[in-house]
């Protein structure tokens, strides 16, 4: 599966942005999916994840409460609605195909997005 992120911006502290994550494919109903996310010199990290039908969702604790994840199996589409964004929220955000379970580590997921940048002033 392909994957193809976008949304990203650059967006005042407080505000919002939606991000989406398209996908090739007739399969994507298959794969479970993450958004993970990588600041300048850091790791990257698990930012959320969904299930393959979309009735469970797990978060970090740092966006939980702000960030929501949702998908559109009929649409191929997996989204990240991003409110109360901070300054501590920039860095590229990248979406992630897997095929297990949702979890934490890069290492479950075999395919990548390239990367949406967001950026939020203060």
């Known amino acids: 599966v392909q994957l193809q992120a976008s949304g990203g911006g650059l967006v005042q502290a407080g505000g919002s942005l939606r991000l989406s994550c398209a996908a090739s494919?007739?399969?994507?109903?298959?794969?479970?999916m993450g958004w993970f996310r990588q600041a300048p010199g850091k790791e990257r990290e698990f930012v959320g994840g969904?299930?393959?039908?979309?009735?469970?969702?797990f978060y970090a604790d740092s966006v939980k409460g702000r960030f929501t994840i949702s998908r559109d199996n009929a649409k191929n589409s997996v989204y990240l609605q991003m409110n109360s964004l901070k300054p501590e929220d920039t860095a590229v955000y990248y979406c992630?195909?897997?095929?297990?379970?949702?979890?934490?580590?890069?290492?479950?997921?075999?395919?990548w997005g390239q990367g949406t940048l967001v950026t939020v002033s203060s």
């Open positions: 969904i299930s393959r039908s979309g009735s469970s969702t």
């Open positions: 992630a195909a897997g095929e297990s379970w949702v979890v934490q580590s890069t290492t479950g997921y075999a395919y």
């Open positions: 494919g007739r399969t994507f109903h298959n794969y479970v």
